[in-house]
C-alpha cells in the first residue's frame, strides 16, 4: 500500500509539474545587463484557465559541472540580487493575464571587475480549494526561475572542447555525443552547441544540438551531451564536426569546434 501511494504521489508530482510549466510564460527566459542598462523588464503570461498568484523573489544558484544548478542557502560575492531592486514583487494574473516585472541595478562604488549573477524566482501559490473537504488535498508550490546577469567591464569568453567521445548504453537505441568543454576567463559564454556529419554530397548535415548553453564562471569544465534528432543516424566511418556558436549578445562569436573521429 505504500508503495502504491509513493508511486502515485510521484506521478502526480510530475504530472502537475509539467501542467504547472505549460501555464506560466515567461519572456524573456534570461535576461543580461552590459554597463550602460540600468533596467530590464520580463513579461510573465497566466496561460492557465484559472486565476494565479506569483511571488516574485531572488534565488541564489550554482551551477553544476553536467548541467542543472545546485540551490545556495545565501548570496555570495558574485551575486546580483544585494544590486537590484524589482517592481512588483507579487503578481495575480487572471486566466490569460499579462504582467511585467522590472528589474532595476544600482551598481556600487568601485565594483570589481566580473560577472553578477542571481535567478529571477517565480512561486506559483496554490489557490483557496474551498469546495474540498476530504481526502488527499496535494498543495504543491511549483516554481520557476530564470537567470539575470550583470558584466562589470566584460572581457570575451575564452572556450576550448577540449575532448569529445560517442557513448552508448544498452537501454538506449541510439548512441548520444558527449562533449567535454572548457572556460579559460571569468565571464560566461552562451549559445548553441551544434553536432553535424558530412553528406554523402559533401554537404553539413545538423544531426544534433544543444541551444541555450551557458558556461558560468563558477564551473571550469563543463560536460554537455547531445542526443540525436529523431530522424537523424550515425554512420559508421567518418567524422562529427562539433561547433559551439554565441547567440544574443555573443551572436557571430565562434567559440570553439572540433573534429571527433568516428569507426577508428
Known amino acids: 500500500m505504500f508503495n502504491k501511494l509513493t508511486v502515485m504521489c510521484v506521478l502526480l508530482t ?27 523588464k520580463v513579461t510573465v503570461i497566466n496561460n492557465s484557465d484559472e486565476q494565479r498568484t506569483y511571488r516574485v523573489v531572488w534565488s541564489e544558484k550554482q551551477a553544476l559541472p553536467g548541467g542543472g544548478y545546485n540551490n545556495l542557502a545565501q548570496v555570495t560575492e558574485n551575486s546580483l540580487s544585494p544590486m537590484t531592486r524589482l517592481s512588483p514583487k507579487q503578481v495575480t494574473l487572471a486566466a490569460g493575464e499579462k504582467q511585467t516585472v522590472k528589474i532595476a541595478i544600482r551598481k556600487p562604488k568601485d565594483l570589481q571587475q566580473g560577472e553578477y549573477r542571481s535567478h529571477l524566482l517565480f512561486q506559483a501559490l496554490p489557490n483557496e480549494n474551498k469546495e474540498q473537504k476530504s481526502g488527499i488535498q496535494i498543495n504543491m508550490i511549483m516554481s520557476f526561475s530564470i537567470p539575470v546577469v550583470y558584466r562589470e567591464q566584460p572581457e570575451q569568453p575564452n572556450v576550448t572542447i577540449t575532448q569529445a567521445k560517442i557513448i552508448k548504453n544498452a537501454n538506449q537505441t541510439k548512441p548520444k555525443i558527449q562533449v567535454q568543454l572548457q572556460r579559460h576567463n571569468n565571464f560566461s559564454s552562451y549559445g548553441k552547441l551544434s553536432a553535424y556529419i558530412k553528406t554523402a554530397s559533401g554537404e553539413n548535415e545538423k544531426v544534433a544540438e544543444i541551444s541555450n548553453l551557458s558556461l558560468y564562471p563558477e564551473v571550469d569544465t563543463t560536460i ?36 571527433l573521429a568516428i569507426g577508428k
Do not use: H
Not at 231 to 239: A, C, H, I, V
Open 14 to 40: 510530475a504530472f502537475f509539474s509539467q501542467m504547472a510549466l505549460a501555464n506560466l510564460l515567461i519572456s524573456p527566459t534570461r535576461v543580461t545587463f552590459d554597463e550602460r542598462q540600468r533596467s530590464a
Open 224 to 259: 554537455a551531451t547531445l542526443s540525436l534528432f529523431k530522424d537523424k543516424q550515425l554512420p559508421t566511418q567518418g567524422s562529427i564536426f562539433l561547433d559551439y556558436q554565441g547567440a544574443e549578445e555573443y551572436k557571430g562569436v565562434d567559440f570553439a569546434s572540433y573534429t
